[in-house]
């Protein structure tokens, strides 16, 4: 598995670049989020990858940020969705705002990616709502809990918990939301905690 690059740019156009590690050139299918943040042929770079193996098909892609990877690797698990559907979305929306559209449920938004349908929009927000909200990353976030409690005054709720695991999945760190949340009103729903964070953390 390949999991990181650091290296020279060796070439960069829309959709795609490539990095010399070691004297090897290694071609990235990037989004034009990850390009924007690239900086010239000859400069230095760092990007995370996800290698897509298929039949036939093998495949590099490149992420400024791990966020962004989270999000690709979460996109590419929905039925009907390959890795270049993934990241013309990613191109069309930021990491920050594809989680807040999944969390709000606004598959209308997806629409507007070249490619993407109405059907295929909406089973992008069906199939991974759910996994945002609930998927566990078991015993990760207790110290926080414990914080969050203690400037809360009581003990942490189920949705602050689940909150703080869905954001953790999507590759925010906990030093990230944690501060945020523990401000927020525990007695929220999940998705409330999710949607408002994902807006504050999107405003700075």
Known sequence: MIYSLRGKI???????????????????????????????????????????????????????????????????????????????????????????????????AFTRTKGIGAKTAQRIVLELKDKISSEALSGSVSEDAVRIANIQGGAVSDSVTEAIEALLVLGYSQGEVAPIIAKLDPSLPTQDLIKETLRIISSK
């Open 10 to 108: 060796i070439a960069k156009e829309l959709g795609f670049t490539a990095i010399e590690c070691g004297g090897v050139g290694y071609g990235c299918r990037i989004s034009y989020h990850t390009g924007a943040q690239l900086g010239n042929i000859g400069d230095e770079a760092f990007l995370y990858t996800y290698l897509y193996i298929r039949e036939d098909v093998v495949e590099l892609f490149g992420f400024a940020e791990q966020q962004e990877l989270s999000c690709f690797k979460l996109l590419i698990s929905v039925s009907g969705v390959g890795p270049k559907a993934a990241t013309a979305i990613l191109s069309d929306v930021t990491p920050e705002r594809f989680a807040f559209l999944v969390a709000s449920g606004d598959s209308k």
